[in-house]
């Protein structure tokens, strides 16, 4: 049992045993779920086919389907694929790095963080490999040997780097993830009384022993993924920031930009979390895991990495007049005064002006203010990228070439899509799986437990 | 011989603990314990030792960046040096920093998954295997402590006299 200040908050509320820890967060999965349940996925299936078919139907054309033209050869795919894995940067920084600092508050919160984490990069990685048009030769992004002679793939291209960077990073989370499912897979499997669902959790369970000896290994593996994820998160968002950082674009060509990304990519992620948790919670009767000041903490995680943001967009500024390249300072200009002003402003509005409110105590405990401002931090942070893309992009060195970009019904119905799909899976996650890491918070119960802390005895051992 | 293993239960780590201590010190041997989680300071007390499972993803890890370095070496360097805008190509050390971010995920890669197979092996825990605990409810919230009549030299009365000062919840002994 670790030791605790008697007057920290307590993370589980109510007077809870482990059984009724088992129960709060198996009984969702065995009973049978509800009306809304079904409504939401449905809804969320619809506007995902809606997007396959969008997807299918530019795979059939080709990427001119998309609202692009000679001058901006990248638009809403690239923003939706920076934007997504930004919002995938959250769960593994809970599990990882959190992990790491011993944060006990991240247990409520890293299963559910994590599954969103994998369900974002899954809608990331399929940007690159639709923009590619011809996804049957995906592979090509792979150093196999081929019919073309030697012909290699650029280990010198931060293109590259992206691709192994993503599949690492997805493999790993999948991996980190699911190690911490099996224990509580298996507590479903030994509960489970109907044949087919104790088949099917015993599957998924690999028949776990709950043994000394596996504990100890699973804290070691446990720990070593944290320690490798740790660096791996902040390392994918660098290099998709490279994807730009290494370019000769205006506005792109910054040193400024892995640091930034990955606060940025750490602000929205939070966000995301807290939009989805505070749904669920409620849904799933978890208040009592997932209450006050769980959201507190991850509001002041948002206020913290918001402020870096909003740091690095004004330093980008100053730099851009500073360093005395009209080239630079015009993209900056043009950012902020150009045809494409109302996005600037939405992104300062959103991840500048929106994360300070959290200063105020009141605020921050407040959830249904907490839910408002992540939606407007999930938008900020889509206009963000958009802002750095477009404005880039759509007037450079030769003023001949300016253009415009207007998405295509395909540009939208692709992005809308994405949304559907991360909302059902996330949907079939929280149906089937348990949202809460069972066996990790069986073992704060005792140090951070409300009935506990309140017991004398509590008191006498700390 | 045949042998008997005694499973005890407990509703309680802290009991259980301070149980497997009381039965150590009189000499018993404690063969293994099954928690719903890791009861932290347990390992030292029945003589789990500490897994080695990090010095592998280590290794593991370096035969990743041996392997990244390797590749990358024969496909920039040896088999079809690019010229990117003249830069110096002919040697390894001139390019490696384009090299880094890849070779740090190719290391990350190996020692995680690497890591990640070998728990899976050696915990025997694989797709479609049963499940390995002596009692469904020791994923919920009971404890159980194995204990071995082979392992131990006294008689088993004197065994059972033992664990029943423990303040055990349920016991249950079977043959093998």
């Avoid at chain 2, 008997?4 to 293994?32: F, N, R």
């Avoid at chain 2, 797709?127 to 088993?156: C, H, L, W, Y």
Wanted: glycine content about 8%; aromatic content about 14%.
């Amino acid at each position: 049992m670790q030791k605790e200040a008697a007057i920290r908050e307590p993370l589980i509320l109510g007077h809870k045993t482990y059984h009724d820890v088992t129960e709060d967060v198996c009984r969702p999965i065995e009973d049978k779920a509800p009306k809304m349940w079904y409504i939401l996925f449905g809804i969320a299936l619809i506007i995902g086919l809606y997007g396959v078919g969008c997807i299918l139907y530019l795979l059939g054309t080709g990427v001119g389907v998309w609202g692009l033209n000679k001058t901006i050869g990248w638009a809403w795919d690239i923003t939706n694929f920076v934007w997504w894995i930004g919002i995938g940067h959250a769960g593994t920084l809970i599990s990882a790095v959190l992990l790491l600092f011993r944060q006990k508050w991240r247990m409520a919160i890293n299963r559910s963080a994590e599954a969103m984490t994998i369900f974002a990069v899954f809608m990331a990685g399929l940007f690159p490999l639709i923009h590619m048009g011809r996804i049957w030769v995906g592979y090509w992004v792979l150093p196999i040997p081929n019919q073309f002679g030697s012909l290699w793939v650029n280990f010198n291209s931060p293109l590259l780097w992206d691709v192994f960077a993503i599949s690492t990073y997805l493999s790993v989370s999948v991996v980190f993830w699911y190690i911490g499912l099996m224990p509580d897979f298996a507590t479903i499997r030994d509960r489970a009384k109907k044949p087919i669902s104790k088949k099917m959790y015993s599957i998924l369970s690999f028949g776990w022993s709950g043994r000394a000896k596996h504990w100890n290994r699973f804290e070691m593996v446990s720990l070593v993924l944290a320690g490798l994820a740790t660096p791996l998160v902040f390392s994918v968002h660098s290099i998709v920031s490279f994807d730009f950082a290494t370019s000769v674009i205006p506005g792109w060509h910054t040193t400024i930009f892995p640091p930034y990304f990955v606060a940025g990519a750490v602000f929205s992620g939070f966000a995301m979390v807290q939009t989805l948790l505070l749904i669920m919670r409620k849904a799933m009767s978890l208040e009592a895991y997932i209450h006050t000041k769980h959201i507190e903490y991850m509001n002041i995680v948002i206020m913290v990495t918001g402020s870096i943001v909003g740091t690095a967009y004004i330093t980008e500024l100053f730099i851009s007049w500073y360093c005395g390249v009209e080239y630079e300072a015009y993209a900056f200009m043009n950012r902020a005064t150009g045809p494409y002003w109302w996005a600037y402003f939405a992104m300062m509005t959103c991840n500048v002006v929106s994360p300070q409110l959290m200063w105020i105590r009141r605020l921050r405990r407040s959830l249904l203010f907490t839910f408002f401002i992540s939606i407007v931090v999930n938008i900020g942070m889509w206009f963000e990228r958009y802002v750095i893309i477009m404005t880039s992009l759509h007037r450079d060195y030769l003023p001949s070439s300016w253009s415009m970009h207007y998405p295509s019904p395909i540009d939208i119905g692709v992005y809308i899509g994405t949304i559907g799909l991360f909302f059902a899976f996330f949907l079939l996650f929280a149906r089937f799986f348990p949202v809460l890491a069972l066996n990790e918070i069986k073992s704060i119960l005792k140090g951070s437990g409300q009935s506990y802390k309140e017991s004398p005895d509590y008191h006498k051992n700390h | 011989m045949a042998d008997k293993v005694i499973y005890v239960m407990y509703d309680d780590d802290g009991v259980l603990k301070d149980g497997a201590k009381k039965l150590v010190s009189k000499g018993v041997k404690v063969a293994d314990t099954f928690s719903p989680f890791p009861i932290h300071g347990i390992d030292p007390i029945i003589g789990v030792k500490n897994t080695r499972l990090g010095i592998m993803a280590f290794i593991y890890g370096l035969g990743g960046l041996t392997l990244a370095t390797i590749g990358m070496r024969y496909f920039m360097i040896v088999d079809w040096p690019m010229n990117i805008g003249g830069k110096p190509n002919f040697s390894y050390l001139d390019n490696i920093l384009a090299f880094v971010p890849i070779s740090f995920e190719f290391t990350v890669l190996c020692a995680a998954h690497g890591m990640a197979i070998t728990y899976l092996l050696r915990n025997k825990t694989l797709p479609g295997m049963p499940a390995q605990n002596p009692d469904p409810r020791t994923t919920d919230d009971k404890f159980v402590m194995e204990i071995r009549t082979s392992d131990n030299s006294m008689e088993e009365k004197e065994l059972e006299k033992l664990i029943k000062e423990t303040g055990y919840i349920e016991i249950d002994k079977k043959n093998i």
